[in-house]
């Protein structure tokens, strides 16, 4: 990214967070694999697990931009693999984008739900052992809540697996409660992940 499209992203988003300022958003619960602190990730391959591709797109490339102005290398899977409301990715064709552009991890983000909250870091469910079971379960809800003013509350669950392992490295779940609008509450979630990933040495340190 240009040193001037970097300033005026860093810019957007800053407003963005500043104006959901208004609303109620959070971290309520991390998991971290105590091994891997401190140890940056490198390329990451992104998957929103949503059936509004349009929402989709955006909160896997706000994901991307922000990774890449932390100095981590990142596709989307809105790019490369496609999809239509309805259907899933299947494991090999995730592991084949996976191979072609040597990514070390995963990041996948779904919604909990409204009025949910699923506690994956207290049990461990089985679900959460390995990427594409996190991905399938993820299925179980796809539609992104309503936003538009009105009282609202919703959970998104975010969770980053190493490719070799398929094992989680990190997870935490962002509570939202009545944000302005989708585009602000996407860029509380990223936000917050991005920090979390950053506390945990997850991102390269700044030059």
């Not at 790019?79 to 070390?104: C, R």
């Amino acid at each position: 990214m240009r040193k001037f499209e970097t300033t005026r992203f860093m810019a957007a988003l800053a407003f963005a967070i500043v104006a959901c300022s208004g609303s109620s958003a959070r971290m309520i619960q991390t998991h971290m694999e105590e091994t891997r602190v401190g140890r940056p990730i490198k390329d990451v391959l992104i998957i929103a697990i949503l059936d509004n591709q349009e929402i989709r797109v955006v909160l896997e490339k706000h994901f991307q931009d922000w990774l890449k102005v932390k100095g981590v290398d990142a596709i989307i899977s809105a790019d490369l693999l496609p999809m239509n409301a309805g259907t899933k990715l299947e494991k090999e064709a995730i592991a084949a984008v996976v191979d072609k552009y040597e990514n070390d991890t995963i990041l996948i983000t779904r919604l909990v739900g409204v009025e949910a909250s699923e506690v994956f870091s207290r049990d461990r469910p089985q679900y959460f052992f390995n990427y594409y079971g996190f991905y399938n379960y993820g299925l179980a809800y796809v539609t992104w809540p309503t936003v538009y003013g009105e009282k609202v509350k919703f959970s998104v669950e975010t969770a980053l697996y190493d490719v070799k392992t398929e094992s989680p490295i990190w997870a935490g779940e962002s509570q939202l409660k009545n944000p302005k609008t989708t585009g602000l509450a996407i860029g509380q979630v990223v936000d917050m992940v991005i920090k979390e990933l950053e506390k945990n040495g997850l991102l390269p340190k700044a030059p």
